[in-house]
């Protein structure tokens, strides 16, 4: 009966890491969706920051849509600071920020990535637990 008990017990842990597991996968992929769209920003700003003064240039603005439009090299961007704060900026201090969130994001999705490895660790090693529980069981 015990047995029974702590193969019961393992068995809701296991599926306890399994949530988490599938909740951290979510997340990442979250988080790689937020790099992916910081990228392609910086990559715009930094196309547009080697663009000639007067030059037609088009512009993403998502969903694979373009906006016609001239480049004005002085321009400047609308960069959200949070808690929807946009402030303008400069090309150069917007691109050094995007990449600070990119680089920020990055390590974020690492540690993700180090805690789902551990979780499957661990789901790994009650798997087996189970399993010699059972073999026990049945001999």
């Known amino acids: 009966m015990a047995e029974q008990i702590d193969a019961s017990e393992y068995i809701s842990l296991f599926e306890a890491y399994k949530e988490q597991l599938e909740s951290l996968e979510k997340q990442a992929v979250y988080v790689q969706a937020i790099i992916e769209d910081y990228t392609k920003a910086k990559v715009t700003m930094e196309k547009l920051s080697k663009t000639k003064k007067d030059s037609d240039v ?28 946009v402030i303008e900026r ?3 201090y917007a691109i050094d920020a995007l990449q600070k969130r990119i680089d920020d994001l ?3 999705l690492t540690k993700l990535n180090e805690m789902a490895i551990q979780l499957q660790q661990k789901m790994q090693d009650i798997s087996l637990t189970i399993q010699q529980l059972f073999s026990k069981k049945e001999k």
């Open 58 to 85: 088009l512009v993403p603005i998502g969903g694979g849509v373009f906006l016609y439009a001239k480049y004005d090299s002085n321009a400047k961007v609308l960069l959200s600071e949070g808690a929807d704060v």
């Open 90 to 92: 400069d090309i150069d």
């Open 106 to 108: 990055n390590n974020g």
